[in-house]
């Protein structure tokens, strides 16, 4: 697929419907594609003290837009990345397939870790808050680092859905743009419910399984995780519903 770098601006290519439908699939796309790095960045950015999340959170999204962006220019390079870099055991090894399966064997690692420290630590929000991880840089690097993984992915599945490389931006730019809105609401509702923590992570630990399979050429389709996780998010709204209906009922009791 060729893409001609003098016509990029041309924004008569809007002319057509088909750009248009084009641009509101790919930004449907994007917004689904980073519904797991924001799950990340606000289980990471929970590290930090109270007043450090939002810009945590701010920064870690716009880390993300300018990684995409830059990688939607690199097209060429992008492409090239899927090349063999050599063979082992008579699979043929990318540069994508290394990107995807370091970036999997951190996303088990740091969800597995995540797990442990809510479930057996059984520590509060508030000793968390009071003894974070890893300083604000420490966890805008780690956020950086996770972004080429995840903008890797959404660039591939952009440069496949789109012809000009304006739609693929603007279309980067409007999912940012939505998640930067949503990921505060979202950071809260997972961090005040610990059982929608858990769940998120669980969901960062089936993605990373999904990016090793597929550096080693097990493709997955994530329609079927996102699915998954669908699935588990309704029956866990409902337990919520339920378990809020009968507090009341259990405080007058006791």
């Not at 980073?34 to 289980?43: K, Q, R, W």
């Not at 279309?171 to 858990?198: H, Q």
Request: net charge neutral; glycine share 10%.
């Amino acid at each position: 697929m060729c893409y001609e770098r003098e016509h990029m601006w041309d924004l008569s290519i809007f002319a057509t419907a088909e750009a248009w439908i084009a641009l509101a699939t790919l930004t449907a796309m994007e917004i689904v594609l980073g519904i797991d790095n924001i799950i990340f960045i606000s289980i990471l950015t929970d590290k930090l003290p109270e007043n450090q999340r939002a810009r945590g959170r701010s920064l870690g999204l716009l880390a993300a837009l300018v990684t995409r962006i830059g990688l939607l220019f690199g097209i060429t390079w992008i492409m090239g990345l899927q090349d063999t870099l050599f063979t082992v055991l008579g699979e043929d090894i990318s540069g994508r397939d290394l990107i995807l399966g370091v970036g999997g064997l951190f996303l088990l690692g740091k969800a597995t870790v995540e797990i442990f420290e809510n479930v057996e630590l059984h520590q509060s929000p508030a000793e968390r808050a009071g003894a974070p991880a890893h300083g604000f840089g420490g966890v805008i690097v780690q956020i950086m680092l996770l972004d080429i993984v995840f903008s890797l992915d959404s660039v591939i599945t952009a440069v496949g859905m789109a012809k000009h490389i304006l739609v693929m931006v603007i279309a980067v730019v409007a999912a940012v743009g939505v998640m930067l809105l949503a990921a505060g609401r979202i950071s809260k509702f997972i961090n005040d419910n610990p059982s929608m923590k858990v769940l998120a992570l669980a969901f960062l630990l089936m993605i990373g399984v999904v990016l090793v399979a597929d550096a080693i050429g097990q493709h997955i389709n994530k329609g079927y995780i996102y699915f998954a996780m669908m699935f588990s998010l309704s029956v866990e709204l409902v337990n919520l519903r339920v378990r809020k209906k009968r507090s009341p009922a259990h405080g007058g009791a006791s």
